[in-house]
């Protein structure tokens, strides 16, 4: 099922600019390179099953220079990677790994903070083509066993521990 995306989007849609995490290695695109990238920043994704979500970014209504984009339902997670394509030069690709600070239905982009950035963690490149987002990442959660799960392998540990110990008795006897 594909959300459609709010036309307006404001403060209290989104919540607060998600915080940068992590600048992976200049790798080539693959999705086996962005499950590692959430690795080397010390997310565990438990499933390594990526969403990837486009670029459609929106600005926000009550905030300049800060850009929202909805992320799939199911994908919705602690954090998310931002895959840039050209910055610094022809086919110099990188990915921004964020922590999604507020409301986890949306990626929070604050592009000035961005954009201060990019210059400090590579100095001397050209930011002229910023707008050049290749796509965003996300993952889907582990779906966690339910309780009764847990009741009913304790029990029959339990049962054949009971067992084991029942025969041990009558050996013995």
Not at 34 to 42: I, L
Not at 123 to 147: R, Y
Not at 150 to 160: N, V
Request: glycine content about 10%.
């Amino acid at each position: 099922m594909v959300e459609v995306q709010a036309a307006v989007l404001n403060r209290a849609t989104v919540g607060s600019d998600d915080s940068y995490l992590y600048l992976c290695p200049d790798l080539p695109p693959s999705d086996a390179n962005e499950v590692a990238c959430f690795g080397s920043a010390g997310v565990s994704t438990t499933v390594p099953q990526l969403v990837k979500s486009g670029n459609s970014f929106i600005e926000l209504t009550d905030a300049a220079d800060v850009y929202a984009m909805a992320l799939p339902a199911g994908a919705q997670s602690s954090h998310f990677l931002i895959k840039t394509g050209n910055i610094g030069g022809e086919d110099k690709q990188y990915s921004f790994i964020f922590t999604n600070n507020s409301e986890t239905g949306y990626a929070v982009l604050n592009l000035n903070f961005f954009q201060g950035l990019l210059t400090n963690l590579l100095p001397g490149t050209d930011f002229n083509v910023i707008g050049k987002v290749s796509h965003v990442s996300s993952f889907t959660l582990a779906t966690p066993l339910p309780a009764a799960v847990w009741m009913m392998i304790t029990a029959l540990g339990g049962m054949f521990g009971f067992r084991k110990l029942g025969l041990r008795r009558r050996k013995a006897a």
